[in-house]
């Protein structure tokens, strides 16, 4: 057996080799700005971040948080189960429950950490699940934790999942079928008034994940379970599940990552309270973002933008990458995504659009694209 470092060092070569070596860089919020980034020194305008309604700078959101701090400290001290569910929890819970049209609400530690404790809580060995192809690899790991067989239907295909559902569904007790709602590398929308529709003929549980939607695209169907994140369109940080109160109270006990994890800092669940709030009185910056990103679909030829993601899909992952170079060379930042976090073969560049870019942020991408994507 090599020394683990060896041994490290042989992987991380093999990585670098395929241009599949992640590394870590500082970003730094570029002060009265939500867009740009300052990274080793340079100043960039971020196309590459996940605030897709400029809440994470937002003055009242970042003053709800500041109050919450001094009131209630900088940490949680506990699970919620234990000393650790401080009263910024009740209220966040219940404008949570209520944008989604459900009954209740239930707050985690992170997106990953509720899909991880939720899924498994729901099914088990002996189960199935029906899940899309390009689902967040979190709803993955959460699938492979749960023990249930695991089946995957083709991207958005309600032909392949009748199918799968046909030849698998009766082996099992339980089955759920889970979905993200806005793709997170792709953009698109999943089709889920057919999903319902299919659920109810074959007697599934239905969930999506709406990490990219909140606040961006309206719900189209009612389904068991919604869960998503704070840590996006919110702008700060958490995670969430909503749906009835008896889901919500099973949850509370079976959900190993809620019962067996601190809770939020009180910080985080103020910030995202008021982020709620202004997402809801201001509800034309979800538009506002959608618009700018179609904006450089229609310039560039693209399948018109559907969310405030676009994929440029440039094939391997050293092609996605020198384009982000060269995006960077002209004070843009766009991250190249690469396989494992999509498809081999679909390495691309990923465009994350904020209601905060101003028209002159988006036409120098416009140029900058039409230069890059050419040469
Ligand atoms: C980001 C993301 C998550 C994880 O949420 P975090 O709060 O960042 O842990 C889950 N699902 C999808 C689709 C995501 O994009």
Request: aromatic share 6%.
């Amino acid at each position: 057996m090599p020394l683990l470092t060896e041994h490290c060092e042989a992987a991380l070569a093999i990585l670098e080799a395929q241009h599949l070596r992640r590394n870590l860089r500082v970003s730094a919020r570029v002060e009265d700005s939500s867009v740009e980034i300052e990274q080793d020194g340079h100043h960039y305008v971020s196309f590459a971040c996940n605030d897709y309604l400029g809440l994470r700078a937002h003055p009242e959101v970042i003053a709800a948080g500041a109050k919450a701090l001094a009131e209630h400290g900088a940490g949680a001290g506990a699970s919620r189960l234990v000393t650790g569910n401080h009263p910024l929890y009740a209220p966040l819970e219940a404008k949570l429950a209520a944008m989604k049209g459900s009954e209740a609400a239930l707050v985690f530690g992170s997106g990953y950490l509720t899909n991880l404790g939720v899924i498994p809580a729901l099914v088990g060995k002996g189960d199935v699940i029906f899940a899309d192809k390009l689902v967040h690899a979190c709803i993955i790991d959460a699938a492979q934790l749960s023990g249930a067989r695991l089946m995957r239907f083709r991207h958005n295909d309600m032909a392949h999942l009748e199918q799968l559902l046909k030849g698998y569904r009766a082996e099992s007790p339980n089955a759920l079928i889970v979905t993200d709602h806005v793709f997170s590398m792709d953009g698109d929308i999943a089709p889920l008034a057919d999903i319902a529709t299919l659920a109810e003929k074959y007697d599934a549980w239905t969930m999506a994940d709406d990490a990219h939607g909140l606040g961006i695209v309206e719900p189209a169907a009612e389904l068991d379970v919604w869960m998503g994140t704070l840590s996006k369109s919110a702008g700060a940080y958490g995670g969430y599940v909503c749906g009835s109160q008896a889901l919500i109270n099973y949850l509370t006990t079976a959900a190993r990552s809620f019962v067996f994890s601190t809770g939020l800092p009180p910080s985080a669940c103020a910030s995202a309270l008021s982020a709620l709030t202004v997402m809801e009185h201001e509800s034309e910056r979800g538009s506002i973002a959608i618009a700018l990103a179609q904006r450089v679909t229609n310039a560039l030829c693209l399948p018109r933008a559907q969310t405030s993601i676009i994929p440029i899909i440039l094939g391997e992952a050293e092609a996605a990458i020198a384009a982000s170079e060269k995006l960077k060379e002209r004070g843009i930042l766009a991250v190249a995504i690469r396989p494992p976090t999509v498809p081999p073969g679909t390495a691309r560049l990923r465009l994350a659009f904020s209601s905060e870019h101003t028209d002159a942020q988006v036409d120098a991408l416009i140029a900058a694209l039409k230069e890059v994507l050419v040469c």
